[in-house]
């Protein structure tokens, strides 16, 4: 059975459940595997492939270093 079978059989099956609690925890089921998907565009993704090509290259501040220069900067004002 391909994916389109499948998904259309659970359809039908669906349709015909009546069972509020057993509908509401298939939801959840359901929303589990759909609700964090997260699209991103080609300049999103570059951006990300960047970051991380950045990081590991050790082009980065740590929380630490960063709030000792800003805790700097705020004294100098």
Sequence with gaps: ?????????LKSKID???D??????LTVLVESKTEHIIMLSE???LA????????LEGNY???DSVNKEMEKWLREE
């Design 48 to 55: 990300i492939k960047n970051s991380q090509k950045e990081y």
């Design 43 to 45: 300049e999103q993704k």
């Design 1 to 9: 059975m391909n994916i389109a079978e499948l998904k259309q059989r």
């Design 20 to 25: 509020d609690a057993f509908l509401k925890a």
């Design 16 to 18: 015909i459940i009546n």
């Design 61 to 63: 501040f740590d929380n």
